[in-house]
């Protein structure tokens, strides 16, 4: 019933920019936080960007000053603006809801 569903992943070069769009559906989504998430191979998932319900958002490291979380509540859509691609952003990048679930990720991969 709930549903996100990322894409927008690729192959890009060092330096480049993606843009990762999450669809959701089956969701209240002006009332609910969501997440970007990557995991690269043999790494733990870890946290990359979040936006509340009123757009206020929160970085991890790795992502302040180059990635930009957004939403359009009328589209349903969240996105994640990456920029200064580094080949330590590669992993696959998943969507969650705050207090929800998981899409089923979209694969990043930056060559140098």
């Known amino acids: 019933q709930e549903q996100l569903v990322e894409s927008g992943g690729g192959l890009v070069q060092a330096g480049g920019s993606l843009r990762l769009s999450c669809a959701t559906s089956?969701?209240?989504?002006?009332?609910?936080?969501f997440a970007w998430y990557r995991q690269a191979p043999g790494k733990q998932r870890e946290f990359v960007a979040g936006?509340?319900?009123?757009?206020?958002?929160n970085y991890a490291n790795v992502a302040q000053g180059r990635f930009t979380i957004s939403r359009d509540n009328a589209k349903n859509t969240v996105y994640l603006q990456m920029n200064s691609l580094k080949p330590e952003d590669t992993a696959v990048y998943y969507c969650?809801?705050?207090?929800?679930?998981w899409g089923q990720g979209t694969q990043v991969t930056v060559s140098s």
């Open positions: 936006i509340t319900t009123g757009g206020n958002t």
């Open positions: 089956g969701i209240t989504f002006s009332l609910k936080g």
């Open positions: 969650k809801q705050v207090g929800g679930g």
